[in-house]
């Protein structure tokens, strides 16, 4: 900062044009790329990187774990009145008087666990009938192979939910006295998981029907060695995932297409096609095609190349076309509302943009001055008030306070500063005004992505813990259960007991379907 005060300082003012200044701003940017460049490359040289002196918190901490404790203390009894008691020990003193009265129990509840083998011997009767015929004593129906619903359910958990290894729960399990390999363990995450793929295939069916909004992210992970992505479709109901080589839009909207794999051309098909600017000539062919489907990929590209639309482009337009013409026809709202960052795949619909995005054009500038300090300070302390200002719209909606709204928004955002790199971030969020400022005329949708960006963390675990899936059903199976998991805890369901109810067909628990289409029909 202080070469950059020197190097601005000491040019004229008739030549600090504003590419001059633009082209400082950008050395300085430089500057610090180049230095966290030399400390990576003092670390991976083991050099002692640079010290980072950080203001001291001493006092702070030591009054936080002290209140902490005495707010500890205070909820215990509440936290363990409505626990299921196991087992209950009734205690006197030793060596009581004759003579003594007992007056009352008071409880004192202790929470622990019991973690050992519960291994169960079924001996088989074989019995031979009086006609010769033998016959054997069935299985209980719950058991299916050597391993039962409560390791079961144990192994998925520990690894899908609590994003454990496979080496530490092999270790794990040995350690506790279980004869087993990481191959069965496998096979026990992996292998005949078809009634959870469908449930998992069901939420985002659903989903989509009963609701006004979704929330969309999505973060990279790689699978056989490649890289590739994962995607989060969801709401304060559901939480659905699904990893892809790509991140189109056309892979959007075969993800959102679920199960089904038809092509429609509709109305808004045909809307769709027009607005994305497609040559008249394939319009007119595109528009007497009104009303056709088909059945799958196949047959669309054999069309496409029947009407003659072979430009790389022109075949992707005229598929996202088909693919949002078939989401409308099997039920999806017209009016749906999609919520992200910037990302273009997923500019469909009613595309709303993330407040927090919006700002982090601003902040993720380099300041190069004291000046820029201020005018970042006061740039961010406009916004926030105008966000507060769109918070209190959304709680409390009023027409009348649309136009002050907007113009509120054309001040700020048309905000001219001496920081050319500022300037450039407020005319970005400017030209997306519209989807910004979406909030006024449907309060109901949120002003930001924080659901989406929070879900899809999940997945940003398993890419850090491990390197990726090697084969294709240990993805799909990644997938489902990240789904069912985040979707049990936005429902209010223990995923502890979810995975029992289905591996011993316990029934008790009903389909996360059905539940998301009673918690939407709830007043809010």
Request: hydrophobic residues 35%; proline residues 4%.
């Amino acid at each position: 900062m202080a070469n950059y005060n020197k190097i601005l300082s000491a040019i004229p003012e008739s030549e600090k044009t504003e590419t001059v200044v633009l082209l400082l701003e950008i050395i300085a940017s430089l500057q610090k790329d180049v230095q966290e460049l030399k400390d990576e490359i003092a670390r991976l040289k083991n050099k002692p990187p640079r010290p980072k002196l950080r203001p001291s918190k001493i006092g702070v901490n030591d009054l936080k774990r002290s209140n902490k404790k005495r707010s500890n203390r205070r909820n215990n009894k509440r936290i363990t009145c409505d626990i299921e008691i196991q087992k209950t020990i009734k205690l006197k003193p030793e060596n009581l008087p004759k003579g003594s009265i007992l007056l009352e129990y008071r409880d004192y509840t202790v929470q622990d666990i019991i973690i050992q083998p519960n291994n169960i011997k079924y001996r088989r009767g074989i019995w031979r009938l009086p006609d010769g015929t033998i016959v054997r004593s069935p299985l209980p129906e719950h058991i299916d192979g050597h391993y039962g619903a409560e390791l079961k359910r144990f192994i998925l958990y520990q690894y899908y939910s609590l994003h454990v290894t496979r080496p530490s729960i092999l270790e794990y399990l040995l350690d506790l006295g279980f004869k087993i390999s990481v191959g069965e363990i496998d096979k026990i995450l992996t292998q005949d998981k078809k009634m959870f793929h469908e449930e998992k295939d069901e939420i985002l069916n659903i989903g989509l029907r009963i609701s006004k909004q979704i929330n969309v992210d999505d973060t990279g992970l790689r699978h056989k060695g490649k890289n590739g992505y994962c995607t989060h479709i969801g709401n304060e109901f559901f939480a659905w995932y699904k990893s892809t080589y790509t991140k189109s839009r056309v892979n959007f909207l075969e993800l959102l297409c679920g199960r089904y794999q038809d092509y429609h051309l509709n109305e808004y098909s045909y809307r769709y096609i027009k607005e994305q600017g497609f040559p008249y000539p394939k319009i007119l062919l595109l528009e007497r095609s009104i009303g056709k489907s088909f059945s799958n990929k196949e047959e669309w590209e054999q069309y496409l190349k029947f009407l003659g639309i072979k430009k790389e482009n022109h075949v992707k337009i005229a598929t996202e076309a088909a693919l949002l013409g078939s989401l409308i026809f099997h039920g999806v709202p017209e009016d749906l509302v999609i919520v992200s960052d910037e990302a273009g795949q997923f500019n469909i619909f009613i595309h709303t943009l993330c407040w927090l995005h919006a700002e982090r054009k601003i902040n993720s500038l380099l300041p190069q001055s004291d000046e820029h300090n201020k005018i970042m300070s006061d740039i961010l302390d406009k916004l926030w008030l105008f966000y507060k200002k769109l918070k209190d719209f959304k709680s409390n909606p009023n027409v009348n306070h649309k136009p002050e709204l907007e113009t509120a928004f054309d001040t700020l955002f048309n905000t001219k500063t001496s920081w050319q790199a500022m300037n450039k971030a407020l005319e970005l969020n400017l030209k997306n005004k519209q989807r910004l400022l979406r909030v006024l005329e449907r309060p109901e949708i949120p002003l930001h992505n924080n659901l989406s960006e929070n879900d899809i963390r999940e997945a940003a675990k398993k890419r850090k813990i491990s390197a990726g899936t090697r084969g294709d059903l240990g993805r799909q199976c990644r997938d489902t259960f990240l789904s069912l998991k985040k979707t049990c805890r936005k429902l209010n369901i223990s995923f502890w007991h979810y995975l029992y109810d289905r591996i011993a067909q316990e029934n008790k628990i009903p389909a996360i379907n059905q539940i998301i289409l009673e918690k939407a029909a709830q007043p809010p």
